[in-house]
């Protein structure tokens, strides 16, 4: 793995968060892929943004409807 990784995970087991390497690099792995599903949903969202257009937009009525909401 290299000495930066294999001091990393001696940290990890000395702090007694875990017990063993084999903990620490599965605790790397699940984070690994929560990051990449993130990622991956994020894309997906962007990409639908884009494809849906543009919004017809009027800052008079948004200004409006905010004074409307403010004063209920």
Request: charged share 30%; net charge negative.
């Amino acid at each position: 793995m290299g000495d930066h990784f294999d001091s990393f995970i001696a940290n990890q087991l000395q702090s007694g968060r875990y017990g063993s390497a084999s903990e620490v690099i599965r605790a790397a792995l699940r984070l690994l892929e929560s990051q990449k599903t993130k990622m991956n949903t994020l894309r997906q969202l962007l990409i639908e943004g884009e494809n849906s257009g543009v919004a017809d937009y009027d800052l008079d009525s948004f200004i409006n409807e905010l004074d409307k909401n403010e004063i209920k």
